[in-house]
């Protein structure tokens, strides 16, 4: 290419008065590692403002964090178990107070679903009253039998094609929550010991007796 | 979002509402919009756990739904939210200096709890500040209902979008998700309650004390019974309307440094002329005439007419622009140039930085620079009258650091570089963003350090903790002096030298924060004003 002064001899491509240097002149050496993680700097920083205006918002802002902890909406990460439990813990948990969104505001997939029968029974009383349909009463004992087991499969089913489609199902199932919880005050926190007891989850198949169930070979063993 | 603005939303985040909250928060501001499976599984949370964060984080309106076709709701994290989570403690002294406490309590229960209804916040508050108040004096709920109602008319508080009410004849099934609306007329709109009642105080033995044993607690006593009268009306504090407060602050401080206190005060009273007519993100303001600034300046300001015309003319003349002319009608027609006044602001700042950094030598160059425009090397010599190994120096320190940039111009159409002009020149906009992300950097460095602190001291943290709760309750029941002393002498002499040091570092970084910050809400501020206008 033209501008090729001579073979093999190091010459620059552009004016290097321009950038500043003069020619002949010692460059400044090539930096071959990353800047320093703790730079020095030639010049100390500027003192902070003080103020009645900032010891204000210093306080406030102190307090604040300790506030946010003691909150609800601060969710505690699930302590490990430790080995030994200590006496004193159970007495020094700092108490909170419950918080329960307005659910109306919110996408119904948000809602806990109900995955134990044991809830779901509440539940489904409280709706059933809540419809207020007017069925006489032994027929009405025997539908209402009925439409609780159908009830408990239909929702069994929901949790199991949780992972697959889910506005649809979610949807049908929100509605029935809705009215559930207008129907009744379930507290929150209720809801999410229930869902993480998977034992009850497996105790309670399709088709076995509300707790009578136990292993055929006790009743050998009663003396 | 870029790394630091994660980085710091998620220490925030952290702090604020724990790590179950953070870790979902900071995947949504790094992946974007999401439905709620998805989130579930790429953060290997449990499902329910997901829907609880969530629910905090909707509540706190940190992050937005939406439908989507389908029938899939998907969320999306508002990253720019977090970051004003930094700026709380600013807005309620901004509320208390305007409102004095009780306004302060207000806005600080709503920021604390993202939305409430207004009964909800006017019974808290009343509640907090009866507790303050002497033995025997309560809070009436009714002057509390007053401030708030004060507040919405301020724009302070706004209500949230609510569900429309929709009638109950709709076919079909209802929708995944509620579609929330909100109408600009309604959104300051304070329904009428009849709140009659006074705070309560609190029996001293439900307050808690960390580190005192206590009994297992009843369950959360439900005494709202009764049906709320405001059901479903949420109210927000308005950070739109701080941020405006907070310029114009700025505005008249700037104007206050420059010339004096009485064209700082004319300053003001235009400002506060054009709160509500001007929109927050408009260029400048509404046209004021010379005649209505007289007459709404404050009462004990008696300043002439010529006066006052004198001080409006010296404003409009100044090179910095704060104060335009545009028209002679009624006395003469003054704006104040927002834009022009936000882009004088964070210049300063720029210039600030340089000086403090490189040394005042380097803040000549770089004002020169920036009056000038476009250099080359040899004139910056020239102009800035410094030798040209030290003038080279430091226009390359500033270079490397992007305070500075180079502009190329080729003479030749092919570029070649013995045949093209290098300019320095300054680009506020991009050198504005390049500061605003090394101070997101720097907070993000000061919360580090201030919980690495903490934690190194956590010990000795808890051990005074303790010893403060021992001395309290052998106070409470009537102990003597001498065993007072004893149970403060379980603290050593070095660890209360340990403990005062670790306050006051822990004050220092604190204060930094809130400093730092202010420096990020002028930037963030002209860069937002920059982009609306582009």
């Known amino acids: 290419m033209a501008g090729n002064k001579g073979r093999g001899r190091a010459a620059y491509t552009f004016n290097i008065e321009a950038v500043g240097f003069s020619r002949g002149e010692k460059l400044p050496d090539v930096v071959l590692k990353p800047p320093p993680l703790f730079p020095d700097t030639d010049y100390k920083p500027v003192p902070l403002r003080t103020g009645e205006g900032e010891d204000y918002m210093l306080a406030l802002k102190q307090e604040l964090r300790e506030t946010m902890k003691r909150m609800p909406y601060f969710m505690e990460t699930p302590e490990e178990k430790q080995d030994i439990e200590r006496y004193s813990k159970r007495y020094m948990k700092v108490y909170k107070e419950e918080w329960v969104p307005d659910w109306r505001r919110l996408p119904r997939e948000m809602m806990p679903t109900k995955k134990c029968k044991k809830a779901g029974h509440k539940s489904k009383k409280a709706k059933v009253t809540g419809q207020g349909t007017s069925l006489t009463n032994p027929a009405d004992v025997l539908k209402k039998i009925e439409e609780l087991e159908k009830r408990g499969d239909g929702e069994k089913s929901d949790e199991e094609n949780e992972e697959k489609e889910g506005s649809k199902e979610k949807s049908k199932e929100g509605d029935d929550d809705e009215e559930d919880d207008a129907a009744e005050q379930e507290e929150y926190d209720e809801e999410e010991q229930e869902e993480e007891n998977d034992y009850i989850n497996s105790y309670f198949e399709d088709g076995d007796d509300f707790g009578a169930d136990s292993d055929d070979n006790m009743d050998e063993a009663t003396y | ?534």
């Open chain 2, 1 to 534: 979002m870029t790394q630091a603005e994660i980085k710091l939303c998620s220490l925030l985040l952290q702090e604020h509402f724990g790590e179950i909250v953070e870790k979902i928060g900071v995947h949504l501001i790094r992946t974007g919009s999401q439905p709620l499976r998805v989130i579930a599984h790429d953060t290997g949370t449990s499902l329910d756990q997901v829907k609880k964060a969530l629910c905090v984080l909707i509540q706190h309106n940190l992050v937005i739904y939406q439908v989507h076709k389908r029938g899939v709701v998907e969320y999306e994290a508002q990253c720019s939210r977090v970051l004003h989570m930094l700026r709380y403690p600013r807005y309620i002294y901004t509320a208390k200096t305007l409102y004095s406490d009780t306004g302060e309590l207000i806005v600080e229960e709503l920021l604390l709890n993202g939305k409430m209804t207004m009964s909800a916040v006017v019974k808290k508050v009343a509640d907090r500040l009866t507790e303050t108040m002497e033995d025997g004096k309560t809070m009436d709920y009714a002057e509390v209902s007053n401030t708030f109602v004060r507040l919405a008319d301020t724009h302070f508080v706004q209500r949230c979008p609510f569900v429309p009410a929709t009638e109950n004849s709709d076919p079909g099934p209802p929708p995944p998700a509620p579609t929330l609306v909100i109408n600009e007329k309604d959104m300051y709109l304070v329904p009428k309650l009849s709140l009659i009642g006074k705070g309560k105080r609190r029996r001293s033995s439900d307050e808690d004390a960390t580190g005192e044993p206590k009994a297992k607690r009843p369950k959360h006593i439900a005494d709202n019974k009764e049906p709320i009268p405001d059901d479903g009306i949420y109210w927000q504090a308005n950070l739109d309307r701080f941020h405006q407060h907070f310029r114009d602050q700025g505005i008249v401080s700037a104007v206050a440094n420059r010339m004096d206190q009485t064209s700082s005060e004319i300053v003001r009273t235009m400002l506060r002329m054009s709160e509500i007519t001007t929109p927050s993100n408009a260029p400048f303001t509404q046209p004021l005439s010379s005649n209505e600034i007289f007459r709404s300046l404050p009462v004990g300001y008696n300043i002439s007419k010529q006066v006052l015309d004198q001080y409006l003319t010296l404003l409009a003349d100044d090179p910095l622009e704060f104060v335009g002319k545009s028209g002679d009608s009624g006395g003469g027609m003054y704006v104040i140039n927002l834009h022009k006044a936000l882009g004088s602001l964070a210049t300063a700042t720029l210039e600030s930085v340089v000086q403090e950094r490189f040394g005042s030598r380097c803040a000549r160059i770089f004002r020169l620079v920036l009056q000038k425009k476009h250099l080359e090397q040899k004139q910056v010599e020239d102009f800035a009258m410094i030798p040209a190994k030290e003038a080279k120096d430091m226009l390359y320190k500033m270079l490397s650091e992007n305070f500075i940039s180079l502009q190329e111009i080729p003479k030749t159409p092919d570029h070649a570089p013995s045949r093209t002009f290098y300019l320095y020149t300054v680009n506020i906009l991009s050198a504005a963003r390049m500061l605003l992300h090394r101070c997101y950097k720097s907070i993000a460095n000061l919360i580090e350090r201030r919980q690495f602190e903490t934690k190194e001291n956590k010990r000795l943290l808890e051990k005074s903790q303790r010893v403060e709760a021992i001395i309290a309750s052998m106070q409470a029941t009537g102990a003597e002096e001498a065993q007072l002393q004893e149970i403060e002498e379980m603290i050593t002499a070095p660890e209360r030298q340990q403990l005062e040091t670790l306050k006051r570092n822990v004050n220092k970084l604190d204060a930094s924060e809130i400093q730092v910050d202010e420096t990020i809400f002028l930037l963030e501020s002209y860069i937002e004003s920059t982009m609306k206008r582009q």
